[in-house]
């Protein structure tokens, strides 16, 4: 940077600060002759440190202080202290948040490609998922993001959603009848559960576990590593394991931050959040295996979801699939599939 302008920025910057208390969330001052400068980036995610997302979260904070020698540092917080995935997502296009890691499942309003990962049974392994992901559909998909003011560097894991609830065991289509099901704020889960005879309430989050306890819904959807670290066990009775969608989490930076940095910083961040992820993806994984056991020992009575029951909802839900994969972007769709039917051996 030209140190005539970056005089004037520091010059703007602490007006800026004093006066208005932030300018936003990217504090710069100095830099070096390696062209690191020393910034704090704010990064917040929906769930707690112990889940494998803030595992990963402290992964990526390690990597990018050790390879700055501690000039770039990464204020974390958790658990939706800044807000949800569609909060924080707004927080990084406005530039008063750097970093945010959400489901991909919030943001079809805005960035509506996202959308073909969430149909169901469309991924049979974590490894199908990451194949789909890092090769050219995910990309093609994070390339869409900088016209919203956002930066999508990698792809980490939520994972295979089930159904938890208070009211019976759901172990048939029919058992899905009548049950008021928190879903997340997303058009094809919204009219899945629809097509399954539930009644489905869309959420932030954050709210799901006051809305369970109230009784206001009956019951929710999410990986077992996330029913087990946000304690739904503790106001749920019932858990199928249904593993009906994948969902992806998506490493977001904002484009005014990412602008901001020098080429050798964002290389850095970049591959900070793609070794990350690979750390994240991997203790994910772990800890959905492990949490089956943990969730048992808490007393949430579970049961299987048979292959026959899930082919029932396959045929019932294909006219969303139609619908949206249409809605979405029918290349894209097309060229999804026929990467998975290739790794699946089919063609
Ligand atoms: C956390 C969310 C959560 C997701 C949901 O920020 O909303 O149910 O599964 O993990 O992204």
Redesign the pocket.
Known sequence: MKKKLKGLMIGLAIPCLVVLGACGSTETSGSSETGIQERTLRAG???PKEHP?GQGLAKFKEIVEEKTDGKITIDAYYN?QLG??QKMVGGLQAGTLDITI??T??MVGTIKQFGIFDFPFLFNSGEEADAVLDGPVGQKVLDKLPQHGLVGLAYWE?GF?NLTNSVHPVDSVEDFEGLKIRT?QNEVHLDVFKKLGANPTPM??SE?FTALEGQTIDG?E??LA?ILSNKFYEVQDYLSLTKHVY?P?VFLISKMTWDDLSEEEQKIIKEAAIEAGEYQRKANRKANEEALEELKAEGIKVNEFSQKEKEKIKELIQPVIDKYSKKYGEDLYQQMNEQLKKMRGEN
């Open positions: 995610i929906g769930l997302e939706a949800d995935d959400p489901s499942s919030p939520n959603r997340m932030p989050f799901v929710q999410n990986p996330t969902t989490f």
